[in-house]
């Protein structure tokens, strides 16, 4: 991936990364937007409330760019990455949760599937990305404190989204069971 060897990635600043998103990290999804050797760097964004926002659906097992349902009574489609009147000319990019998690720490967008905000990682979450890099390039040090408060919020945001998106999975094909 495109920061591999960015000082900020999510795995290289917290080693427990993989650990703190568990088997979320695997879910597959698409969004539009770019690629840097065959994998997402930066999905397309759109400006909102609170700040960047980046549309993602879940991907299909052997992804292709889907042919969508039609969309009825207003509800928006977890397949599809963006709601009515989001329109890019950019392309399909598939990824997996784990992927779209590093890209958006770096990048500072909300990641949204379905409709629903699955991680934020504008507003002070910038801000905890902007101190901790100052802290890593030793421009602005944190005292251990600091740190500590900091890498516990950033631990506690992924839980969350990893647990969001995993109850966003839609029913299993060829099922009408809502996920609770």
Partial sequence: MWCDNFDMDLPRILPAFSEIIGPAASIPLYTRGHETDGKLNHPTCWNGGSGFIAF?????PRWTPPELPERGNDRWNVYDPQP????TADPFVHCTFDEAVR???CHSFVMIVGGQIILDFGGGSQEDFTKWM???REWSRIS???LTSLVGRVTQRLQRGAGRI???LPPAPGTWEEKK
């Fill in 144 to 146: 251990d404190a600091e």
């Fill in 166 to 168: 995993i109850r966003a």
């Fill in 134 to 136: 100052y802290h890593i």
């Fill in 84 to 87: 009515p009147g989001y329109t």
């Fill in 56 to 60: 993602f659906g879940f991907a299909p």
């Fill in 103 to 105: 890209d958006g720490w």
